[in-house]
């Protein structure tokens, strides 16, 4: 089991960038691929992004691609969003995600996840 504390949100302008991190607890943060979604006010939560275990492969919604980079870094048990180019549409409670699996594989689903943060909220004002 895994549990996962999200920080680094906040208020910031259009155009200005954040930087979101998940810190997982226990000892084998690698053996899980791990995930970001989001959830605008009236919407249903989204994918954002996905790592593979050990951070080989990226995974990307369309809306963020190009602006977000996704990371991790296993020896410290931390997931790590990096937002740039901020829109308002990026408004909402971001999560992070964890799987525990075996294999070096992406998961964009939320159904694919077992374990979940209590999210941090971004705002972004136009």
């Known amino acids: 089991q895994v549990q996962l504390v999200e920080s680094g949100g906040g208020l910031v302008q259009a155009g200005g960038s954040l930087r979101l991190s998940c810190a997982a607890s226990?000892?084998?943060?690698?053996?899980?691929?791990m995930g970001w979604f989001r959830q605008a006010p009236g919407k249903e939560r989204e994918f954002v992004a996905a790592?593979?275990?050990?951070?080989?492969?990226?995974y990307y919604a369309g809306s963020v691609k190009g602006r977000s980079t996704i990371s991790r870094d296993n020896a410290k048990n931390t997931l790590l969003l990096q937002m740039n180019s901020l829109k308002s549409e990026d408004t909402a409670v971001y999560y992070c995600?964890?799987?525990?699996?075996?294999?070096?594989?992406?998961?964009?689903?939320?159904?694919?996840?077992?374990?979940w943060g209590q999210g941090t909220q971004v705002t972004v004002s136009s």
């Open positions: 790592i593979s275990r050990i951070g080989g492969s990226t």
């Open positions: 995600a964890a799987r525990p699996t075996s294999y070096s594989a992406l998961y964009y689903r939320e159904a694919d996840y077992d374990y």
């Open positions: 226990g000892r084998t943060f690698s053996s899980y691929g």
